[in-house]
Each structure stands twice: as C-alpha cells, then as structure tokens.
C-alpha cells in the first residue's frame, strides 16, 4: 500500500522555522513529482511548493524567498523549510505525491500535519 507520512508540525512563533518530512513508501519515490499543500480553516487548499523528479521547483508567491521543497531520492523523503513564519502560514500542510502515465494518473496524498505559528 502506498503511504505518505508527514512530521515536523508544531507551534512556533512569528519569525521562526520549522522544517516539515514527508516519507514515502510504497511507490518508485523518484519517478513522482512531489508538493506540499496547506488548508487554513475556512480557506481552500492551496499548493505551497512543487518538486519534480529532475528537481525543479515552483513555489506560490506567498512563500518564495522563505520555503525551500527539497527531496532525497535515496531516503525516499520529501522536505520543506520554512522560515521568517507569520500567522498566515497557520495551516495543516499535506504531502502529495502525483504521477501521470499515459491513461493512467496516480495523486496519493498523506494525512496532514498543523502548523501553527503565533505568539
């Protein structure tokens, strides 16, 4: 079965950091592209950061200069560093992992971690 387990959630204050894991087993890890996306109550998900198998990146325009996606194929593991955090990036960040091939599309996604910063 396929499995995306997230850590690295927690309180931290304005102006902090935290450091989210997303590890997958299940799947050939290197063949996905790779996301993290966050939900805030009463708001819609939105996609934070995009890795693709050959390591590019996209992020959304809220985080650019402060979140960096990274993966490590060989620990099957995606990462996301997050800093200079403010409350709007109060959320619960979910790990994503999508594939298309030919007919077929595969987006498994992993059970969500908070993340809550305020003082």
């Known amino acids: 079965q396929v499995q995306l387990v997230e850590s690295g959630g927690g309180l931290v204050q304005p102006g902090g950091s935290l450091r989210l894991s997303c590890a997958a087993s299940?799947?050939?890890?290197?063949?996905?592209?790779m996301g993290w996306y966050r939900q805030a109550p009463g708001k819609e998900r939105e996609l934070v950061a995009r890795?693709?198998?050959?390591?590019?990146?996209n992020y959304a325009d809220s985080v650019k200069g402060r979140f960096t996606i990274s993966r490590d194929n060989a620990k099957n593991t995606l990462y996301l560093q997050m800093n200079s955090l403010s409350p709007e990036d109060t959320a619960v960040y979910s790990c994503?992992?999508?594939?298309?091939?030919?007919?077929?599309?595969?987006?498994?996604w992993g059970q969500g971690t908070q993340v809550t910063v305020s003082s």
């Open positions: 299940g799947i050939t890890f290197s063949r996905y592209v």
């Open positions: 994503n992992a999508r594939r298309l091939q030919g007919a077929w599309s595969y987006d498994y």
């Open positions: 890795i693709t198998s050959g390591g590019g990146t």
